[in-house]
């Protein structure tokens, strides 16, 4: 025993509270290896995949894949399939699909790209215009399968042939409407200055050491069960590192001809993901909304009986989802700095998808973080990176990140028997 | 015992000629039902007697059609849910209660979160959800923030129970609790059911289980074929008495039960017997039979 009692409980300690034992390191590294065994793994293929791919790259391809200018170039192209990936991990969450975010990105895109050129508009409402777009798409969607009760994988099926016919009428066939605003094509194409670089660089990882001793403190004050200090530190530690690496090889001169242009810092877009990442995250797990979601992926009725506006629930999900995409659609648009009739088609949607599954989220529902998305991103971005590096044909690469997908989900619905059979849901 | 009949306190719930159809399905054709704070009602009843129906509309999923409902002495009309939250009426359904992907902590508290501003107040919610469980006894889950899915099914029904007294309910209505239920576990949520009647609150408990019911119930009220053939009191009468309740809806009269009355929309049935459920004797007798007529 090593806590002590909660001071506010007049009743006799329970033995679930106030006294429970704190476990070792060991027990809880011990424990975490029996999680995994019983069919939760999390994150942990997708994680070993990545290690693994990357191992392989760079034994292959030292001089290029692990250059600073091509890990820049990573973030750069994951971005994209990252964004539209975050906002799918909501609806996946509900056991639900959205087939149209893809479409629905280029049909932002394509709002963004005819505001800006066509109507000569300042970037700031060319970028709501394709905001409020992205959400009027997913209360549609929402709308169509909370209340009106069509399947999902139907109506966003729908969707995605009608906001493919969108993007043609607003561009036209074989058109093309090149963006130069500079404050939208410096979202994919610029970066932060390196000494502000590190400052947010540290700034994040002390913010993230602070709150996770913080949370850690409060809860051996409180008697509740706390992981041991040694993992917490553990994670802190391996977290900075990793941040560092990151900031410090990017802050690197990766220009190819330095003397003429210099390329250097963290690129814009990075930061903005880990924003949307984070504020993703804590709605997600930090507010009754987001628990509310877990809630009706795990059990709908269970959770209607609570009391809880599912339809609400599942409206705003799908609307979470097709504003992600709206994002990425602009994301997209600066990083090409154009936009085409095939905005957010071919294997933007399937490469987002399987990010979200890649990464550990359940396509059966109530099962997935924001941190699989950003995972199973980086996934499919070493994927299409490293072959394009090897110089293997776009058809190669499909193959495989189709068998990664297959993987994926073969992982997901296995670990999930397993999960039922262990009793860990 | 006491003699007044106004000290009385009114029963926590009472149900006076409820009535409800599904189109031309006539499923509850004057319920009644007395349940008092302290003790254990059962509801028993064949299949399709019309025992999930009045449970679901004293829980607010259905209203009824015709009929009283009184809330400790009040009149009341409860057409949602949330009325039946607000009165204090907790229902612990047989399935369907529990998100297997969430932990104890976060069933309890589902659709009623504690929070502290925007967040979610996680260490407020675990200590109380933990008290809860210590206040009940319940020393036979490992962690609070265990899955639910890693549960038994003897403790899946403790956290759906215990869920049901988080927020000072009057009224605990267990639809089969122990339906799915081994020897051992059986006996355990039946333990913690009658805690829960000696805590002061009023439980109503639907069961198929004789031996059930005759363990923990203080009365009995007998549904046959969408009406209430009779409350007893359970010491007031035998197995073999209420077997009969159920299978053909009269019985020999048992002793303290009131004249039979003739149901007025139910001329085929021969004596629906009609038992005063009142644990004072000279309480009126509250389970009239067929108030209203089709």
């Known amino acids: 025993m090593s806590t002590s009692t909660v001071p506010s409980a007049p009743t006799a300690p329970s033995l679930l509270a106030g006294s429970v034992e704190q476990p070792t390191f060991g027990e809880a590294v011990s424990s975490y ?19 693994v791919l990357t191992l392989a790259f760079v034994i292959m391809k030292p001089e290029t894949f692990a250059s600073a200018l091509n890990i820049a170039n990573l973030f750069q192209q994951g971005a994209v399939v990252v964004t539209i990936a ?13 087939l149209s975010a893809g479409f629905t990105s280029g049909a932002c895109g394509a709002v963004l790209a005819t505001c800006l050129v066509v109507y000569d508009w300042p970037w700031y409402l060319a970028l709501a215009a394709a905001l409020v777009t992205g959400l009027v798409v997913g209360t549609i969607l929402g709308t169509l399968v909370a209340r009106v009760g069509i399947p999902s994988f139907i109506i966003t099926l729908a969707m995605f042939l009608a906001l493919q016919g969108v993007v043609l009428l607003i561009i036209g066939a074989g058109g093309n409407i090149s963006i130069t605003d500079p404050v939208i094509i410096a979202l994919q194409n610029r970066n932060v200055p390196p000494l502000l670089g590190w400052a947010l660089a540290i700034i994040a990882v002390l913010a993230y050491a602070g709150t ?122 600066s990083r090409a700095t154009s936009v085409d009739p095939n905005a957010g088609g071919s294997n933007v949607l399937l490469y987002a998808v399987g990010a979200a599954v890649i990464g550990g989220t359940s396509l059966f529902g109530g099962k997935g973080r924001i941190i699989d998305a950003l995972i199973g991103g980086a996934v499919i971005a070493v994927i299409d990176n490293g072959m394009a590096l090897l110089g293997y044909s776009s058809g190669i690469k499909y193959v495989v990140t189709g068998a990664v997908l297959a993987a994926a989900a073969a992982v997901d619905a296995v670990s999930r028997r397993r999960a039922r059979a262990t009793g860990r849901g | 015992m006491t003699q007044a009949p106004d000290l009385a306190p009114p029963p926590t719930l009472e149900v006076r000629g409820g009535r409800k159809n599904f189109g031309a399905v006539h499923a509850l054709r004057g319920v009644d039902l007395v349940a008092r704070a302290g003790e254990v009602t059962a509801l028993v009843g064949d299949n399709g007697a019309g025992k999930s129906t009045m449970i679901k509309c004293v829980a607010g999923i259905y209203a009824f059609d015709a009929g009283e409902v009184l809330f400790e002495g009040e009149q009341t009309h409860i057409s949602a849910p949330a009325d039946a939250n607000a009165l204090g009426i907790e229902v612990v359904y047989q399935d369907l209660a529990l998100c297997d992907n969430l932990d104890i902590v976060h069933n309890m508290f589902l659709g009623r979160e504690l929070k502290n501003g925007f967040r979610l107040d996680e260490s407020a919610m675990e200590t109380r959800a933990a008290e809860v469980l210590a206040s009940l006894s319940v020393r036979t889950v490992r962690s609070i923030r265990q899955h639910v899915a890693s549960l038994s ?35 355990q949520v039946l ?13 109503v408990l639907v069961s198929h289980n004789m031996n059930d019911v005759f363990e923990v119930a203080d009365s009995i009220n007998v549904l046959y074929l969408g009406q209430t053939a009779a409350q007893v009191r359970t010491k007031d009468t035998s197995r073999m008495e209420v077997i009969e309740l159920i299978t053909s809806g009269s019985a020999g009269m048992p002793p303290g039960t009131v004249a039979p009355k ?33």
């Open chain 1, 33 to 51: 290896v029996s999680r995994v065994r019983g069919g939760d793994m999390g994150s942990l293929p997708a994680i070993l995949a990545l290690a």
């Open chain 1, 86 to 98: 975050m906002g799918l991990v909501f609806v996946l969450l509900l056991g639900e699909i959205d």
């Open chain 1, 212 to 333: 996770s001793l913080r949370t850690w403190q409060l809860r051996r004050k409180r008697g509740l069960l706390a992981a041991p200090l040694g993992m917490v530190v553990l994670k802190i530690v391996a977290l900075g590192a990793v941040v560092l690496a990151m900031v410090a090889v990017l802050n690197q001169e990766r220009s190819l001809n330095p003397l003429r242009t210099s390329i250097i810092g963290v690129p814009i877009v990075v930061p903005l993901i880990v924003t949307l990442a984070l504020i993703l995250g804590f709605v997600l797990t930090r507010t009754a909304f987001g628990r509310h979601i877990y809630a009706v992926g795990g059990n709908t009725e269970a959770t209607r009986r609570a009391g809880i506006n599912v339809k609400g629930v599942q409206t705003a999900c799908f609307m979470i989802c097709s504003s992600m995409a709206a994002i990425a659609g602009v994301l997209a648009a």
């Open chain 2, 153 to 187: 099914g003897g403790q899946r029904q403790t956290v759906a129970i215990a869920r049901a007294v988080l927020w000072n309910s009057k009224l605990v209505i267990l639809d089969e609790p122990t339906a799915a239920l081994g020897v051992a576990q059986t006996e």
């Open chain 2, 191 to 203: 333990q913690l059911v009658r805690r829960l009647a000696d805590a002061g609150l009023a439980v």
């Open chain 2, 262 to 294: 003739m149901s007025p929309d139910a001329p085929e049935r021969s004596a629906t017997s009609v038992a005063s459920a009142t644990a004072t004797t000279s309480d009126a007798p509250t389970t009239t039979n067929g108030s209203t007529s089709a």
